[in-house]
């Protein structure tokens, strides 16, 4: 593998054309769709004007149907409906937290299942993410690491579930949906299911997709994308998305994060932590947010802390701690809360910000770590899981 090659998974991304339909148009960054209109029969000298119209259809007014694109004439609108498709995520099923966090099932080509969580703040609303069906990482604490991973999603896939939350929550212009400077989705993360960066170029045009302006509109200030860390693709993030950066660290020593994110062991902390210091400066992103999951026994000493404020010294950085969420048969436990005080004391001493993660969702199981596909959750038992952990 040469050094500027892609990082990839041996894994099917479905194609966005069916063996005997239409092309789903939901995914199709601005190039391709005029590629695509152009293939169709536009004129050349049209086609930016169809991209721009038709562009603002479905990213900004939402619409499903082409007969709805009415600044389009009748021919035209027949045209689009012979060749394309215009398909989002299946809603299976949408479960609303205590708190207010919102579950959905999405199905998707194939018939696979993924995860999507709604978090409501007071000041913001952010949409977790899904990547790809499963995931291959294997992180031993992470409830979706003990699925196995079936494929990448496509950028349709992707800006599907943006928009198939944008649908639940009334977003769109023509739902009428409050006209006041805080949206109700305002945040992307993606922390879902899957890892980004073995997914890149799909993650890439479909946050493209979020960002432009004539659409959604989401400032890439305002999307984090979360890698366990695939080392040779954070620089092309920087360079191709632009968008905040957080990191799955959860340990401070190699032997340590080896177990809990065995991704180190193929590109360890020091290896890690030198692309995460250019980051910020490739990416103009003010600082690197590390993730660190609070596990009792395990991560959550005073010498941890301390080791980990020296080795993130000179990256312009937040800590977020997250207390442990549990789910069925996990091996680990979640620390006690006076052990997480105390680590956060140690950090923002040192002058970091350590803000400890309020558990959300915990009662429909949407917390972080916890996302699975229900059918897959159904098909093992507990004792599957534990030894699947164990594994890990």
Known sequence: MTANAPITQDLVTIPRKAEDGPTNIIGLTRDALREALLAIGTPEKQAKMRVNQVWAWLYHWGVRDFDAMTNLSKDYRRLLAEHFVIRLPEVVSKNVSMDGTRKYLVKIAGGHEVEVVYIPEEDRGTLCVSSQVGCTLTCSFCHTGTQKLVRNLTAGEIIGQVM????????WPEQRAPRNETRLLSNIVLMGMGEPLYNFDNVRDAMKIAMDGEGIALSRRRITLSTSGVVPEIARCAEEIGCQMAVSFHATTDEVRDKLVPINKRWNIETLLAALKEY???????????EYVMLK???DSDADARRLVKLISGIPAKINLIPFNEWPGAPYE??????IQAFADIIYKAGYASPIRTPRGEDIMAACGQLKSATERARKSRREIEAEAARG
């Not at 198939?164 to 977003?171: F, H, I, Y």
């Not at 990416?283 to 947010?289: F, V, Y």
């Open 164 to 171: 198939v939350a944008r649908d639940d929550l009334g977003e």
């Open 280 to 290: 910020p400066r490739l990416s103009n992103s003010e600082r690197i947010t590390f």
């Open 334 to 339: 979640r620390s006690d809360w006076s052990r």
């Open 297 to 299: 026994d395990v991560n």
